[in-house]
């Protein structure tokens, strides 16, 4: 099960490498299998290690992005796993997520690349394969530590064609939109909740159809070449504004700190009222039916006596 998603692709991939597009093209290209090399070590270019501080914000606000993106994806794969919500194990594995994720940034850093995160695909495909063991995880970094050594390998994955991947890439994040849903409706939704979540939904969906919606009238970022220190700062809030899971993130903090909690009396109250009417009711229904058997029992009792006069008369 675990291998069904491999199997899928490699399906696409030998579909693709027999056909060919409108235009007469094929699909799949060897060139880079062919141009790769067939090993490849991590240390046989080095960078001085620096510090640029217009760099410095927009960094920041990626590791945050980040962090808010891992929380995310950890919290429906703790979910998909058949976690328990609350309990101590899915506290820790939350726990761990973020930690394994700091980690790994930290480690991106010295390699002199952007944050890393995590995938939000393996929330789908543990979802439909049911596999969340972590021996599958071990084996799973062990291969791609192998095929990043390999060049032959990581050239040929890179050679899948787009239509397969992104067909997989679209079947998988839908299926984490389920989960995300899944994970919003777990517990009970009352009305400042509901609130909360349509607004946010709104202004991160806004976000992601159209990225320029908060940055295009106010920011001109390359307008300060002559500051890089504000031009950093510019950067920063441009990324943030422009990312649609942040936007949503901010915005539900937001009206989370300032819409005060629901009156849990007033609904109290009216649950209480709405019972006592039930019991009235139930009260009222009871004594009706306690007439009815009565009249009930009347009847019987006098045919009875009808029918002890006829046999006494007879």
Request: charged share 20%; net charge negative; proline share 4%.
């Amino acid at each position: 099960r675990s291998c069904s998603f491999a199997i899928a692709v490699l399906f696409g991939y030998m579909i693709a490498s027999f056909t060919v597009d409108r235009n007469g093209d094929k699909y799949t290209n060897r060139d880079a299998i062919q141009d790769a090399p067939a090993i490849l070590f991590l240390w046989t270019k080095t960078f001085p290690i620096g510090f640029y501080a217009p760099a410095l914000i927009p960094t920041l606000v990626g590791y945050v992005v980040s962090t808010i993106e891992t929380y995310g994806d950890t919290t429906a794969t703790a979910q998909a796993s058949g976690m328990i919500e609350g309990s101590q194990t899915y506290d820790e594995a939350i726990q761990g997520g973020l930690l394994g994720d700091s980690v790994n940034s930290f480690i991106s850093a010295l390699g002199m690349v952007l944050p890393s995160t995590t995938l939000s695909q393996n929330i789908g495909i543990i979802s439909l394969t049911k596999v969340a063991s972590r021996t599958a995880g071990y084996a799973c970094g062990l291969w791609m530590l192998l095929y990043g050594i390999f060049g032959k390998v990581g050239a040929f994955f890179t050679s899948i064609p787009q239509p397969v991947l992104g067909g997989m890439t679209t079947f998988l994040f839908a299926n984490m939109t389920v989960s995300g849903i899944k994970v919003m409706t777990s517990e009970a939704i009352d009305r400042r909740e509901r609130f909360i979540l349509a607004v946010s939904a709104s202004f991160g969906l806004g976000t992601i159809l159209v990225p320029q919606l908060f940055t295009a009238n106010f920011l001109d970022c390359p307008g300060m070449d002559d500051r890089p220190g504000l031009q950093g700062l510019c950067n920063a809030v441009e990324i943030t504004l422009s990312t649609g899971y942040a936007v949503g993130c901010l915005v539900a903090l937001f009206l989370n700190g300032i819409i005060p909690a629901d009156d849990e009396d007033d609904v109290v109250m009216e649950k209480t009222d709405d019972a006592g009417s039930t019991d009235h009711l139930l009260s009222e229904r009871s004594l009706d039916e306690d007439e009815v058997g009565k009249g009930k029992a009347k009847e019987l009792s006098s045919d009875d006596e009808e029918r002890d006069e006829e046999a006494q008369e007879a």
